[in-house]
């Protein structure tokens, strides 16, 4: 799933999904023609991540 897709899906922004690739909580595959793809574990991790950050837990 590219990260335009995940981003609906798990309502966070760009820079949120960046910011959580970083920190090492995601591990999204580079293809050859740069783009992220989020595999449905990534996307799993954002979901909860999300609802999390709603509850004010994170």
């Not at 590219?2 to 910011?19: D, M, P, R, W």
Request: charged letters at 30%.
């Amino acid at each position: 799933m590219h990260i335009n897709e995940v981003c609906k899906e798990c309502n966070l922004t760009k820079k949120a999904i960046e910011y959580y690739g970083e920190q090492g909580l995601i591990n999204p595959t580079v293809k050859e023609n740069g783009y992220r793809y989020f595999s449905d574990t990534d996307v799993s991790k954002l979901k909860r991540i999300s609802i999390l950050r709603g509850l004010g837990n994170l």
